[in-house]
């Protein structure tokens, strides 16, 4: 896996701080930016949802038919 050697070195200088490796904080960000998807995922999911209903309630609304 490519890593930006710019990120690299944030990462390297976070594990030293916090006394862990590399591999621990990619697997902790993965794991909190896959659980972040997931969050957005589903907002979205139910965004959708509702403008779906508006947009059927729009198009199915009362008729105005001259008599």
């Not at 896996?1 to 697997?27: C, Q, W």
């Amino acid at each position: 896996m490519y890593i930006d050697p710019d990120v690299d070195d944030g990462l390297r200088n976070e594990a030293f701080e916090g006394k862990t490796s590399k591999n621990d904080l990619i697997r902790k960000y993965l794991k909190l930016g896959m659980q972040q998807g997931a969050v957005d995922a589903a907002s979205s999911s139910g965004k959708k949802a509702t403008r779906a209903k508006s947009s059927k309630a729009a198009a199915t609304g009362p008729s105005h038919r001259a008599t």
